[in-house]
């Protein structure tokens, strides 16, 4: 698991169109709740001006407990899934039997598989990550007010 503290709070402000959610137009996340009482008054303020503006769309304000882990602790996390992913996928491929055909193009493709599979193990293995991190603060209240 990680290493959150257990009194970490995230407040996000989400506008919808229709059924969906369009927008997430605030996030917050690792506020402790001493933050969040002094501030929950504004958090409010910021969802009811955003309805005021948008009569028609639903606003919703979530206050509740973190869960997800944000920027280190999230690659880390993510790191360590995806190289239990990597590996299993790799063994899969090597125990994989391969249909022999005339010009060996079943082997030769497996063989490229099996070398991407590898070098992705060993990028991840070296900390490399490129996929999407969430983000500690999303503010787009002024395009939305």
Same mark, same amino acid.
């Given at each position: 698991?990680?290493?959150?503290?257990?009194?970490?709070?995230?407040?996000?402000?989400?506008?919808?169109? #229709?059924? +969906?959610?369009?927008?997430?137009?605030?996030?917050?996340?690792? !506020?402790?709740?001493?933050?969040?009482?002094?501030?929950?008054?504004? &958090?409010?303020?910021?969802?009811?001006? !955003? =309805?005021?503006? +948008?009569?028609?769309?639903?606003?919703?304000?979530?206050?509740?407990?973190?869960?997800?882990?944000? #920027?280190?602790?999230?690659?880390? @996390?993510? !790191? =360590?899934?995806?190289?239990? +992913?990597?590996?299993?996928?790799?063994? =899969?491929?090597? /125990?994989?039997?391969?249909?022999?055909?005339? &010009?060996?193009? /079943?082997?030769?493709?497996?063989? =490229?598989?099996? @070398?991407?599979?590898?070098?992705?193990?060993?990028?991840?293995?070296? #900390? @490399?990550?490129? #996929?999407?991190?969430?983000?500690?603060?999303?503010? @787009?209240?002024?395009?939305?007010?």
């Amino acid at each position: 698991m990680s290493n959150l503290q257990p009194s970490w709070i995230c407040v996000k402000i989400t506008v919808y169109k #229709g059924y +969906h959610a369009d927008r997430v137009v605030y996030y917050r996340g690792q !506020i402790s709740i001493d933050m969040l009482e002094k501030w929950r008054w504004y &958090f409010e303020y910021l969802a009811a001006r !955003i =309805k005021v503006k +948008h009569p028609r769309r639903k606003v919703e304000l979530t206050i509740c407990p973190q869960t997800l882990p944000l #920027g280190d602790e999230y690659v880390q @996390e993510k !790191i =360590k899934n995806l190289l239990r +992913h990597r590996r299993t996928k790799l063994q =899969k491929l090597i /125990n994989t039997p391969v249909a022999s055909d005339l &010009f060996n193009d /079943n082997q030769i493709d497996l063989e =490229k598989k099996i @070398e991407q599979t590898k070098a992705e193990i060993a990028a991840l293995e070296r #900390g @490399e990550y490129t #996929g999407l991190v969430p983000p500690y603060y999303i503010n @787009e209240i002024k395009q939305w007010i």
